[in-house]
């Protein structure tokens, strides 16, 4: 009898479990169908480009792409080159990137019948006057919403749901002229800072194919570092455009979150309030940038589409002030010690500022530890069940799993690995404990992040400090695996999130050999996530390595200064 019954329970299980699996195995079969149906349409856009720019003259390809942006605007201001021209040349440029880096998701089709459009007006329409990115192309990371696209943010569930219409950025960039060419990869879920995900697959460091450009913004660091766009638009809610701009030697901002508008965006999890994030612009260096915020801030058309934003425009007398300003430095969190190369491009920034006539002030980062701890607490939101949801339901990229795995472990054990984890690894015990067990310890987490808002900004105020200077992240350019094991280096990104502040990066230096052997000599490897970060640094000669510069919000200008000031002086090649 209780052998029949033992015998019954365990085939009753055994059915249950085998019913699960087929129903998962069914829909994943359903999600590689759908995968290659994506994936044959990106071949057909790419094919659409090849063709297009196969009508394009040579000796033109060859005068528009060595352009720069101002000179790429100038051209197409005075007329000596057309839309149809400068468009046809970056599909050409993107497609050759594109080859090195799988960078690209789709071509955006319209962009040549609107360069068209653009051309038809300026020759024939009376009294036409060129708005100011008359026919510059763009790209953009594949999450910011435009019209009759997909923005799956690497989620097979979420393609063949082209948006209904333009996010107000874009819909801006169409009104003074730009032409939005092609959209760029990212990782699954967007909260990551490799670059891969089942639909579009993986996207590779134009340096080195070993090695990620970043995340979630590496499909447009990637195109822009091997030279497929001349700028672009990323997203960052923890480091998204910082990050692959400082792996790849490219140049970006996060403005503060109220700067630009967020209708209609697709964040990685909706809902989120506090840890906020923002589009912002990507180039080759910095002076691209501030040359096209100069222009979208120009005037409260932002703030007329969406009453949300307030009506911030670009200060100009901020930002061509030559009063020197009070800049804090520090090349260590307290969180995570960064490897000897991203503390001498700190040291190097700052002798620079100082030339220049800054005064650079020491500052040190309160209560570090706790800063992470709030940041994924306050970024996951409801502890990872919302996206572990999502990637149920999907076909998992490998590079998530390490992450996968931590929101998959259900919060009791997280609690009791954390209190395991305090004796031997204390810094992964902070970790386990982050994610939220209910609302009463998340609103305590919320109510603690306006706290620390608070003491931040006032220590900055007591100090008389304008600006901070400080590391991106701890490495150079990563391993594609190794990035997602190291998610708690956006500890020197997240907190200008979670703070709200402007932050952007731009390339200072390259990895030397010095660096290198101090890395083996001096670098600590007392726990796994040191080990990583210097095993993940060696072999890295000659990649880049940038510096942050952060400022409490509303204040871009004086971030975009000191950024420019140190980009006029690095000798960054
Ligand atoms: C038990 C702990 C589980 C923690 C799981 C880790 C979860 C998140 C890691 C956060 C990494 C932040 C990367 C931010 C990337 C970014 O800025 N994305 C932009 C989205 O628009």
């Not at 001349?230 to 790849?248: E, K, N, W």
């Not at 009453?307 to 030559?322: A, G, H, L, M």
């Not at 708690?488 to 907190?495: F, N, P």
Request: aromatic letters at 10%; hydrophobic letters at 40%; proline letters at 6%.
């Amino acid at each position: 009898m209780i052998l029949l019954i033992v015998v019954g329970v365990f085939s009753a299980i055994f059915t249950y479990l085998w019913r699960l699996w087929s129903l998962r195995e069914k829909r994943q079969s359903e999600l590689r169908e759908i995968v290659a149906r994506k994936r044959a349409e990106r071949d057909e856009s790419v094919k659409f480009a090849q063709k297009s720019a196969e009508k394009l003259e040579k000796s033109k390809f060859d005068q528009i792409s060595v352009m720069s942006f101002e000179e790429l605007k100038e051209n197409l201001q005075n007329g000596s080159i057309s839309c149809l021209e400068a468009v046809r040349t970056y599909y050409q440029k993107a497609i050759l990137a594109n080859k090195s880096t799988n960078s690209i998701c789709m071509f955006i089709l319209e962009s040549e019948k609107w360069a068209e459009e653009w051309d038809e007006k300026a020759k024939n329409q009376e009294g036409f006057v060129k708005p100011p990115l008359f026919g510059v192309p763009f790209s953009l990371k594949e999450c910011v919403p435009i019209k009759g696209y997909d923005q799956t943010r690497g989620f097979v569930q979420d393609t063949f749901r082209p948006t209904p219409v333009d996010s107000v950025l874009v819909e801006q960039l169409k009104l003074l002229g730009a032409i939005p060419f092609c959209q760029t990869n990212v990782p699954q879920s967007l909260l990551s800072f490799n670059c891969s995900n089942p639909v579009y697959g993986l996207t590779k460091h134009p340096l080195n194919p070993e090695r990620t450009p970043g995340g979630s913004s590496g499909g447009e660091s990637a195109l822009l570092a091997a030279n497929g766009s001349v700028i672009g638009i990323g997203g960052d809610v923890g480091g998204s455009i910082r990050i692959p701009c400082a792996f790849t030697g490219t140049a970006g901002i996060k403005p503060s979150h109220l700067r630009f508008s967020h209708r209609g965006v697709c964040g990685s999890v909706p809902g989120r309030p506090l840890i906020n994030s923002n589009d912002g612009p990507m180039a080759k260096d910095i002076k691209t940038s501030i040359e096209l915020l100069k222009i979208l801030w120009n005037d409260t058309w932002i703030s007329d589409q969406d009453p949300y934003v307030p009506p911030v425009v670009w200060n100009e007398k901020e930002f061509s002030k030559t009063s020197p300003l009070r800049i804090g430095y520090y090349i260590d969190d307290g969180w995570f010690t960064p490897t000897p190369m991203v503390q001498r491009a700190v040291l190097e920034a700052k002798e620079i500022l100082e030339a220049k006539g800054h005064i650079l002030v020491p500052f040190r980062v309160p209560n570090a530890y706790n800063v992470m701890f709030m940041f994924l607490r306050a970024v996951c939101v409801d502890a990872g069940s919302f996206l572990s949801r999502k990637l149920m339901n999907d076909i998992i990229d490998p590079l998530l799993y390490t992450q996968v795995l931590l929101w998959m472990i259900p919060l009791p054990i997280q609690r009791l690995f954390a209190w395991m984890a305090n004796v031997f690894f204390p810094r992964l015990g902070n970790i386990m404990r982050a994610m939220t067990l209910n609302t009463a310890q998340l609103r305590q987490t919320y109510a603690d992040i306006e706290a620390y808002r608070s003491e931040f900004t006032q220590l900055m105020k007591d100090k008389n400090i304008d600006a901070l200077l400080c590391p991106p992240t701890v490495t150079p350019a990563l391993p594609h695996v190794m990035a997602s094991k190291l998610f708690t280096a956006t500890s020197y990104t997240g907190i200008f999130n979670l703070l709200d502040f402007a932050a952007g990066v731009v390339p200072v230096t390259r990895v030397c050999k010095e660096d290198l052997q101090k890395l083996e000599d001096e670098y600590e490897e007392h726990d796994l996530w040191y080990k990583i970060a210097k095993n993940g640094s060696r072999d890295s000669l000659g990649l880049p390595i940038a510096v942050q510069v952060a400022t409490p919000p509303f204040k871009e200008e004086v971030c975009l200064r000191i950024l420019r000031d140190i980009e006029q002086d690095a000798k960054f090649q």
